[in-house]
């Protein structure tokens, strides 16, 4: 019995080395953000380290581009019609995107600080519930400076509601 399992073994060592292990490759799982989106970041629900402020209305186009490894692992990018780029991520069930804004919040004495800006967001339907969709997607802004940036120890935090529709 034992001769019959080292055999076994040493056929599938074998066979694995001739065929080679299976690699995570990209697959279409139907939630891919691959197209062009309007974007819509409504500043009328801003907020300001957690206190509601107005800010402006930001009207963008994003070209996106993604690829998944898993139906919980994607990754890809984000290209702004403002000038930027940004790498985009699906995590589980939402998506990620990040980028730096240079000179973002002026600071009293002079100068600036970076702004850093996060994208949260995740597909919905008509309704606003939350669907695997990548038509019609929803979520928010967060916009942060470093703790202690223009001489503070508080950053400055700008949290805004954004939808992105497929056009």
């Known amino acids: 019995m034992r001769a019959v399992g080292a055999i076994v073994g040493a056929v599938t060592l074998a066979s694995a080395g001739i065929l080679g292990a299976p690699s995570a490759t990209a697959q279409t799982f139907g939630f891919e953000l691959n197209g062009t989106y309007s974007f819509l970041s409504n500043g009328e629900w801003a907020k300001t380290n957690e206190v509601f402020k107005p800010e402006a209305v930001v009207r963008d186009v994003w070209h996106m581009t993604s690829s998944c490894t898993t139906t919980i692992l994607c990754t890809?990018?984000?290209?702004?019609?403002?000038?930027?780029?940004?790498?985009?991520?699906?995590?589980?069930?939402?998506?990620v995107a990040s980028r730096d804004i240079p000179n973002w919040a002026p600071c009293p004495s002079?100068?600036?600080?970076?702004?850093?800006?996060?994208f949260f967001f995740y597909g919905v339907n008509n309704n606003?519930?939350?669907?695997?969709?990548?038509?019609?997607?929803?979520?928010?802004?967060?916009?942060?400076?470093?703790?202690?940036?223009?001489?503070?120890?508080?950053?400055?935090?700008?949290?805004?509601?954004?939808?992105l529709e497929r056009i």
């Open 110 to 118: 002079g100068g600036a600080a970076t702004g850093h800006q996060l």
């Open 128 to 163: 606003g519930q939350n669907t695997r969709s990548a038509d019609l997607l929803a979520g928010h802004s967060n916009t942060h400076t470093d703790s202690g940036s223009c001489g503070k120890n508080l950053g400055l935090v700008i949290d805004i509601p954004m939808r």
């Open 76 to 95: 890809g990018q984000i290209i702004s019609e403002e000038g930027w780029t940004a790498p985009l991520k699906f995590l589980a069930d939402h998506w």
